[in-house]
């Protein structure tokens, strides 16, 4: 049986005979006993299995090495150790060796060398929390926007549209190396356009919204940034919601509520993790999260905050200015001014995407960023631009082609209304949810400048 399910019903199985199937994960062998750390991967738990020299093969199972893969039949009985409840074993077979070199030894490994171990990383204790928070909260999302009455919308990965404009784009092409040199004919290509991987499902996104309503994208997305820090990577996940006849206001509700079900869903279904990393992690943590819950979002002006930043008795190494982005230090600022987390809206154009609606001042749009406490900007949204003639001037006086995004643009005239949306990078809300400050901690497999292993 998994551990999950006995830990989950334990006073039902003392002293009944039960089999398991896992992993040693820590072994003390003493001259007539042994100790058998054992855990299966189902649950965060671990299990004691005790046995002792009235095993028919005591002599071969002292011998057994940390990663072995073994079944174990016994007796659950009280413990007078840490745990509640070990195991008594009366069989132990081993199912699969491991070696002495097994590189996941029961000490403390560098999260830098775990990295060059990313297949076998998620066996030790840390990764094991993250890799579960973040299933927990994968499915958390889903619950949220699914009981909702959202459509999920499986943005296209292979795009002709920048969402961004920032040009940081992966190309996907099947021409040869000495054909994209000078000025490449794309008509040859196997899409016959330059294509790329998406940096967002946004735009693809709000083709749903104005058929369904509401609906949101999880999935993907590709920047080609060369950038090392230790919040980007070159292939990442993103959340991003498009809702219909909703206004920046409308758009900060369901920001602030789909933030504070999931976080409260993973201090509920994930005990065990969120305590480890307060622990081991991030001292704080969970009061941390269980505050985010109860708080209330504080919402500003763009040019109040920068007011509050300019009146502020601090050095600034960054000195804030009107019109401008702000740094994470002014983010971390605000976020401990209001003691809470700040929206923070109506953005200078000139320093936001085309898309976003303008303001009747003509100098901002309706844009917003969610600064939380310990971590910063969280998430992004804006109200979409939906006057036609406004977005195509927009586009102009950036430069753009309107032509390849007519289907774009025609959202506007075919039934066009108020619609809203936002985006969350699912890793960094990972790195809120843990404490865990890297991107490559985070996610399986990191893709990152100079590094695509396995």
Not at 47 to 66: A, G, T, W
Not at 89 to 97: D, E, N, P, V
Not at 175 to 184: A, E, R
Not at 292 to 314: C, G, N, Q, W, Y
Request: aromatic share 12%.
């Amino acid at each position: 049986m998994d551990l999950r399910d006995l830990f989950l019903n334990i006073k039902d199985y003392v002293d009944k005979e039960v089999k398991i199937e896992g992993w040693i994960k820590l072994h003390r062998d003493q001259k007539t006993f042994g100790f058998i750390d054992f855990s299966d991967g189902t649950t965060f738990e671990h299990l004691q299995v005790v046995y002792d020299e009235e095993l028919q093969n005591f002599e071969e199972v002292k011998k057994l090495l940390v990663g072995s893969a073994i079944e174990v039949v016994g007796i659950i009985v009280p413990s007078s150790g840490k745990q509640d409840y070990e195991m008594r074993a009366s069989k132990i077979t081993l199912l699969g060796s491991c070696p002495e070199d097994y590189p996941i030894q029961p000490k403390r490994h560098t999260r830098e060398f775990l990295r060059e171990q990313a297949y076998l990383r998620p066996r030790t204790n840390l990764f094991q929390a993250v890799f579960r928070v973040r299933s927990i909260a994968a499915y958390a999302i889903h619950q949220y926007f699914q009981d909702r009455g959202y459509v999920y919308f499986h943005a296209p990965l292979i795009t002709a549209s920048d969402c961004e404009g920032a040009g940081e784009m992966f190309q996907v092409t099947t021409l040869p190396l000495d054909k994209l040199k000078g000025t490449p004919d794309y008509s040859k290509d196997f899409f016959g356009k330059m294509t790329n991987l998406t940096v967002s499902g946004q735009l693809e996104a709000e083709t749903f919204a104005l058929a369904y309503k509401k609906t949101y994208t999880f999935g993907p997305t590709f920047r080609a940034e060369n950038s090392n820090t230790k919040t980007h990577a070159s292939e990442f996940w993103m959340i991003e919601p498009e809702i219909a006849f909703c206004d920046l206001n409308k758009d900060m509700d369901i920001m602030e509520d789909m933030l504070k079900y999931v976080v409260k869903y993973v201090l509920d279904h994930a005990p065990l993790e969120i305590n480890f990393f307060n622990e081991f992690v991030e001292k704080g943590l969970k009061e941390k999260l269980e505050k985010l819950v109860t708080s209330k979002f504080t919402r500003i002006d763009h040019e109040e905050a920068i007011t509050i930043l300019k009146k502020a008795d601090v050095k600034w190494e960054f000195e804030p200015e009107y019109g401008e982005d702000i740094a994470k230090e002014h983010e971390k600022y605000i976020t401990e001014y209001f003691n809470g987390p700040v929206f923070i809206k109506n953005w200078p154009k000139d320093i936001k995407a085309f898309y976003m609606k303008l303001n009747p001042d003509g100098k901002s749009v309706a844009a917003v960023d969610l600064e939380v406490p310990g971590a910063g900007e969280l998430m992004g949204g804006s109200q979409r631009e939906e006057n036609y003639d406004k977005l195509v001037a927009r586009m102009k006086e950036l430069d753009m082609d309107t032509a390849s995004m007519d289907w774009y643009l025609n959202l506007r005239k075919y039934g066009g209304c108020i619609h809203s949306g936002f985006g969350m990078g699912f890793e960094r809300l990972l790195i809120y949810l843990t404490g865990v400050d890297n991107i490559r901690d985070v996610i399986p497999y990191p893709r990152t400048p100079k590094n695509c292993e396995y």
